[in-house]
């Protein structure tokens, strides 16, 4: 085997070594952004009990329930009711409703199912939204 060809196959070694890598990289992400995700989830669940009945709960930041609910049809690429989506994000009745029909540019019902919309899948490639998007959104 000459020179050439033993910098060649190392080559192809390294580009195949590095798209694996990436591939690990991308499912390590995306399994951090679930758990924080999830980690959310259960603190406004303990939040929730803490709270004596008729108070106030506080305001979410601008554009976290649109990330949240993003997140979760991301996930359920057969979507998913408002009612599923509303249980597994935590928000009211009322801002699940508001946040999917507001944001039609994103979300879209299909036979009773809510889901993201094909322009979404392409913008933000099925997966959860950015956080630094919220100034536009809301």
Same mark, same amino acid.
């Given at each position: /085997?000459?020179?050439? =060809? &033993? ?10 070594? &590095? $798209?694996?890598? *990436?591939?690990?990289? =991308? ?15 259960? @603190?406004?669940?303990? @939040? ?18 649109? *990330?949240?609910?993003?997140?979760? &049809?991301?996930?359920? &690429? ?7 989506? *509303? ?9 699940? @409703? ?6 039609? =540019?994103?979300?879209? @019902?299909?036979? $009773? ?12 490639? $099925?997966?959860? /939204? ?6 536009? /959104?809301?």
């Amino acid at each position: /085997m000459n020179e050439k =060809d &033993l910098i060649a196959g190392t080559i192809e070694d390294l580009k195949e070594s &590095l $798209g694996i890598l *990436r591939d690990h990289r =991308d499912a390590l992400n995306h399994e951090i952004e679930a758990k924080e995700i999830r980690l959310t989830e259960w @603190q406004k669940r303990l @939040q929730g009990l803490g709270a004596e009945p008729g108070a106030e709960r506080p305001r979410s930041p601008k554009g976290a329930n649109l *990330r949240s609910i993003a997140n979760v &049809l991301a996930s359920r &690429l057969e979507g998913a009711t408002a009612s599923e989506i *509303r249980s597994a994000c935590g928000l009211a009745w009322s801002s699940v @409703q508001r946040t999917l029909g507001k944001h039609t =540019d994103i979300f879209e @019902q299909v036979n $009773g199912l809510w889901r993201l919309n094909a322009e979404a899948k392409k913008k933000f490639g $099925g997966s959860a /939204m950015p956080e630094n998007n919220g100034a536009a /959104m809301n």
